[in-house]
């Protein structure tokens, strides 16, 4: 049972891995705050290979990983204050009429990410989960999907 959460754990941290960054943003400001999403994005791909067995483990780069998405993490909030738009953004309107619940999840991923535990494969498989259901928690409330 106990490994049965951990494979749906980790699919779920895979599926909400978003495929491309956006091409064509003009907006300065929107696009740093994507480039602070594809930070995190490269964190969790790194970690999700692992994870998955498509790499092979090592604790050094895992924890680089770690600590890159953790400190990506911990700006999303200033990268996301401004109201800004773009044609090509997929952030929701909705994003600057909750601020803060948008930041309460903002800090659910910096914590997630700092919990995570890079020492070994086992541990880096047990505790990636929530980190996965942290992206999607966000996205599903604040990204759209176009
Ligand atoms: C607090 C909310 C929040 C959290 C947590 C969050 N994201 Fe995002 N993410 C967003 C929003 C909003 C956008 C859309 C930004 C835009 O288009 O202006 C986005 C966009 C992205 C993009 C597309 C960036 C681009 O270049 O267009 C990627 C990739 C991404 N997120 C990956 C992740 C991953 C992986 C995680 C978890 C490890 C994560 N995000 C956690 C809110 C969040």
């Not at 090592?58 to 044609?87: C, G, L, S, Y």
């Not at 953004?89 to 009429?97: L, N, Q, V």
Request: a neutral charge.
């Amino acid at each position: 049972m106990k490994t049965l959460t951990r494979i749906c754990a980790l699919s779920l941290v895979l599926l909400a891995l978003p495929a491309f960054a956006k091409e064509g943003v003009t907006n300065p400001t929107v696009k740093a705050r994507m480039d602070v999403m594809q930070v995190i994005r490269g964190g969790m791909a790194t970690l999700g290979d692992m994870a998955s067995g498509k790499a092979t483990f090592d604790a050094a780069r895992a924890t680089e990983a770690k600590t890159a998405m953790a400190a990506a993490a911990a700006t999303i909030v200033p990268a996301f204050q401004a109201p800004e738009t773009d044609p090509v953004t997929e952030a929701a309107p909705a994003i600057w009429e909750k601020f803060d619940d948008f930041s309460t999840k903002a800090e659910s991923l910096v914590t997630a990410a700092e919990a995570l535990n890079t020492a070994s494969l086992d541990g880096l498989k047990g505790s990636l989960g929530p980190v996965g259901a942290s992206c999607k928690s966000c996205h599903e409330a604040y990204r759209l999907s176009k």
